[in-house]
Each structure stands twice: as structure tokens, then as C-alpha cells.
């Protein structure tokens, strides 16, 4: 015979271990994703936001990586990453942000090369322009980033210090001379 508190303490213990699987079968309880790799973009690989092909463009891109989302979405330019991920009504949750370092691939034809967007470092107001005109060039090093700033101009800034104002897409459409 066994006592009430025995009882209780069995019938917690069966609770607790199918609470894994019901959990599973409800919508927005499933265990969270895994860590998104970043994956390369092809000749055919379009913008998320205005369907340039990003093969077609210089300078960096960026992918995001939603939750809930088999694929990322491809930008073909970080300023265009930083608009959407510091507007206020974002609200997808995001499982990793890629750029590519642009200290390991071709400024005219980058491919491959991506890092983590939030570790990264940033040149805006350089020169060189990306696929929207003015870009953030983005790079792993603080070094490469004070390098190409030296050389083609702009000032060095970490994920944290870009805001909002800083990301603003009025006039990139008018940038490019290829449309």
C-alpha cells in the first residue's frame, strides 16, 4: 500500500515527463531551433525587400535567419539589414544575422565569407559603394575595418553603435546606375 505522497509524487513525475511532448504539439511551445548556418547565395538568389539580383551588385550582403524559417532571407546590402532589424515594429524573432567579411572577398564580386552580423565591424560613408549606393562595409576585424577606412574613407563603427537614423534607405534606388 503504498502513501498519498507516494502517489502525488508518481503522478508528477508521469506529468513532467510527457509535458516535452505535448509541448512539442502545441504551435510556438516546439523546442527552439538550433543555431542557423549561413548559407551562399547563387546567380539567381533575389533581395528580400526589392528583388535585385545579388550576384548582379558589389559590395557586402547580409542574410537573416528567422525562427520558425527554413531559409534565410537574403539582402544585397547591410544598410538594408540594419533598417529592418532596428524598425520598431520588427518582430519576427531572429536566430542569426550574416555579413560577409569584406576583407576576405572580392568588393566587386563578393561571395561566401559570412560572419556573424552582431560580432562584426563597419565602415560607413566609404567610397566604395555597394548595390544601394553608400554602404556599411562590413569585416571580422576591427584592424581590416581601420584599414579599409584609411584607405577608401568612412568611419569604423561595431553592430551596437549603428542606429536606426544611420540605416535609412531614402535614396538608394537612385544610387544605382545599373537600374
Do not use: N
Not at 504539439?25 to 549561413?38: D, I, Q, V, W
Amino acid at each position: 500500500m503504498s502513501t498519498p505522497s507516494i502517489k502525488l509524487s508518481r503522478r508528477r513525475c508521469l506529468a513532467c515527463a510527457s509535458l516535452p511532448l505535448f509541448s512539442a504539439l502545441l504551435p510556438g511551445c516546439a523546442p527552439s531551433e538550433g543555431p542557423a548556418t549561413a548559407q551562399d547565395f547563387g546567380d539567381g538568389t533575389a533581395c528580400a525587400l526589392d528583388g535585385m539580383l545579388l550576384a548582379e551588385y558589389p559590395g557586402p550582403k547580409a542574410q537573416i535567419h528567422y525562427q520558425g524559417e527554413d531559409k534565410p532571407q537574403f539582402l544585397c546590402d547591410p544598410v538594408e539589414m540594419f533598417s529592418l532589424l532596428l524598425r520598431p515594429e520588427q518582430v519576427k524573432k531572429v536566430r542569426a544575422v550574416y555579413v560577409q567579411d569584406m576583407e576576405k572577398t572580392d568588393w566587386e564580386r563578393p561571395h561566401g565569407a559570412w560572419i556573424d552580423a552582431r560580432s562584426a565591424f563597419y565602415v560607413r560613408d566609404g567610397k566604395l559603394m555597394g548595390a544601394m549606393g553608400p554602404t556599411f562595409a562590413s569585416f571580422a576585424r576591427r584592424e581590416a575595418a581601420e584599414g579599409f577606412a584609411k584607405t577608401h574613407g568612412g568611419k569604423v563603427m561595431a553592430y551596437a553603435e549603428v542606429t536606426p537614423e544611420l540605416a535609412d534607405l531614402s535614396g538608394g534606388g537612385s544610387q544605382d546606375q545599373r537600374m
